[in-house]
């Protein structure tokens, strides 16, 4: 299976407080875990991301929580703040071929 | 980090007609360069990967002869939309890794396609 499975769709949070967006994948192959952040009209950009062998990985306000076991990982958005409104992919690749899938996106919406 | 970048980044066209799309690592060579489609408020959808010196490599349901493909050069892929219709209308991505980071792609800015 190549499905990487995100969610919320979509999510409001307060200035200040903690944005978490989950996803799941089934493909044991795969073995790269990156967090994209995507702006209206734009590429979307590298923003954390995380290998297997690790169980967590943070970066700044950011925060890779990686559960192998269960297959899940898990970005924590600390102190969200107005700018990082934005649609937010979680993606999935294996080192062989580089192809990477995306989850469906969660639309992130930080109220001031 | 390495810079990937898409020209034009918007282009209208009529109906019927060929639209080429070029997407450049620009400092760094790219032997695989990826090509995805994003409708409005959708994910990135993979449509092919391109291969530099052979042919591209289609995920299933695009259409090749839709899709043209040509990786020329190991900093240059070009996709052409053939005979555009409507419905091809999107915002066409490209994307590359860069082999100095392990599985790590860098996006292009994304291209915008209108058919008229």
């Known amino acids: 299976q190549q499905q990487v499975k995100q969610s919320p769709q979509s999510l409001i949070v307060q200035k200040g407080g903690i944005s978490i967006i989950n996803c799941a994948y089934e493909?044991?192959?795969?073995?790269?875990f990156p967090w994209y952040q995507q702006f209206p009209g734009k590429g979307p950009a590298l923003l954390i991301a995380?290998?297997?062998?690790?169980s967590e990985k943070k970066e700044g306000r950011f925060t890779i929580s990686f559960n192998k076991s269960a297959k899940q990982f898990s970005l924590h958005i600390m102190d969200s703040q107005p700018g990082d409104s934005a649609t937010y992919f979680c993606a999935a690749s294996d080192g062989g071929g580089f192809k990477t899938i995306f989850g469906a996106g969660t639309r992130l919406f930080v109220k001031a | 980090g390495a810079v990937v970048s898409q020209h034009p980044s918007r282009v209208i066209c009529k109906s019927g007609t060929s639209v080429k799309i070029e997407c450049r690592s620009l400092?760094?060579?790219?032997?695989?360069m990826f090509w995805y489609r994003q409708f409005p408020k959708k994910s990135l959808m993979l449509m092919a990967t391109?291969?530099?010196?052979?042919?591209?490599?289609?995920e299933q349901g695009v259409e090749k002869d839709k899709f043209l493909i040509n990786h020329a050069s190991l900093t240059l892929s070009t996709l052409t939309v053939t005979s555009a219709h409507p419905e091809d209308s999107s915002f066409y991505i490209c994307?590359?890794?860069?082999?100095?980071?392990?599985?790590?792609?860098?996006f292009g800015p994304g291209t915008r396609l209108t058919v008229l």
């Open positions: 400092d760094f060579q790219a032997t695989t």
């Open positions: 994307s590359a890794p860069s082999y100095h980071s392990y599985n790590e792609q860098f």
């Open positions: 995380i290998r297997p062998d690790v």
């Open positions: 391109s291969n530099e010196g052979s042919k591209a490599t289609y």
């Open positions: 493909n044991t192959a795969f073995d790269y």
